[in-house]
Nanobody
Framework: VQLVESGGGLVQPGGSLRLSCVAS????????IGWFRQAPGKEREGVSC????????DYAESVKGRFAISKDNAKNTVYLQMNSLKPEDTAVYYC?????????????WGQGTQVTVSS
């Protein structure tokens, strides 16, 4: 099992980024995938998640209306479209298997991708 994130970078406030999480060793129709983030000195927090079969979606209140999660089962990839980015969105973003907003539920993690929102 492997999860590989990409798409992070430096963006100005109000800008957009799209993160990708490519899964291998399992298929997305079997497991939910969650996006999490961790800023320096803070605990890891759930950002969004998408279910396995019914594609149920959930978001943290802090990103509702700005972030959108989606997946492509053919590519075994989950995306996180992040719009209207704010400096407080700066963090390392991780995807995890079998978790939805609660990091304790995850059984596998990616290595993370850095997102920095700054002018």
């Amino acid at each position: 099992v492997q999860l590989v994130e990409s798409g992070g970078g430096l963006v100005q406030p109000g800008g957009s980024l799209r993160l990708s999480c490519v899964a291998s060793g399992f298929t997305l129709d079997r497991y939910a995938i969650g996006w999490f983030r961790q800023a320096p000195g803070k605990e890891r927090e759930g950002v969004s998640c998408i279910g396995a079969i019914n594609d149920a979606i959930d978001y943290a209140e802090s990103v509702k209306g700005r972030f959108a999660i989606s997946k492509d089962n053919a590519k075994n990839t989950v995306y996180l479209q992040m719009n209207s980015l704010k400096p407080e969105d700066t963090a390392v973003y991780y995807c995890a298997r079998r978790a939805c907003l609660d990091a304790a539920d995850a059984d596998y993690w990616g290595q993370g991708t850095q997102v920095t929102v700054s002018s």
